[in-house]
């Protein structure tokens, strides 16, 4: 079965630090790969996402980080705030049938970023 | 505003009974997924459609139906086959392309009674 493995599980830290999320796939086929930003009661939303023909994205204080021969992406969260506290789930998209496309989504990291 | 929208937010059901939850969007998209979210289980997906009168199972459809009469709808029907249904179910959408960047709804929260 598809599988996304993402790690850790929480994280905690402090305001102004360096959050890092972590995902591994095996599927080659996974051709995208997008983060979601959850928060308690909502549903998640998409925060920033990268294709396997670059290695890094950068949007405002989030990057993705690609690493295509070892199967590994993580996310970046730089000067880290209050309320990026959230948890975050990475994703991996492919091909299901002709123009559709699949989801499989990590486990969730619960990230607390305290003052 | 163009979104989704699921209703009810919180809806409790006695164990037994057929409940349908609503997913309604107005983004113009033409695929339309269920998800249900368990604590520390990410994201699974139930059902997903492609276009109008068309669905397809995803990993964990037991227990669970839809319907896809028209395009800005797609309702999930839980029912009492469905063993562990307390849950948080999402809807999502997408456009079609070469990528999949679906966008989710509020989520609605099922408790079983």
């Known amino acids: 079965q598809q599988q996304v493995k993402q790690s850790p599980q929480s994280l905690i830290v402090q305001k102004g630090g360096i959050s890092i999320i972590n995902c591994a796939y095996e599927?080659?086929?996974?051709?995208?790969f997008p983060w979601y930003q959850q928060f308690p009661g909502k549903g998640p939303a998409l925060l920033i996402a990268i294709r396997p023909d670059v290695s890094e994205k950068k949007e405002g204080r989030f990057t993705i980080s690609f690493n295509k021969s070892a199967k590994q992406f993580s996310l970046h969260i730089m000067d880290s705030q209050p309320g990026d506290s959230a948890t975050y789930f990475c994703?991996?998209?492919?091909?299901?049938?002709?123009?559709?496309?699949?989801?499989?989504f990590g486990k969730g990291t619960k990230l607390s970023v305290i003052p | 505003d163009g979104g989704i929208t699921q209703s009810p937010k919180y809806l409790f059901r006695k164990e037994g009974q057929n409940v349908t939850l609503s997913c309604e969007q107005n983004?113009?998209?033409?695929?339309m997924y269920w998800y249900r979210q368990d604590p520390g289980q990410g994201l699974r997906l139930i059902y997903y459609?492609?276009?109008?009168?068309?669905?397809q199972k995803g990993d964990i459809a037991e227990g669970y139906s839809v319907s896809r009469e028209k395009k800005e709808s797609f309702p999930l029907t839980v029912t009492s086959a469905q063993k562990n249904p307390t849950a948080f179910y999402l809807c999502?959408?997408?456009?079609?392309?070469?990528?999949?960047?679906?966008?989710f709804g509020p989520g609605t929260r099922l408790t079983v009674l």
């Open positions: 983004l113009n998209h033409d695929a």
């Open positions: 459609s492609q276009i109008v009168n068309d669905f």
């Open positions: 994703a991996a998209s492919s091909s299901i049938q002709a123009g559709s496309y699949q989801l499989t």
């Open positions: 999502a959408s997408s456009t079609p392309g070469l990528y999949n960047e679906q966008f």
């Open positions: 599927n080659t086929a996974f051709d995208y």
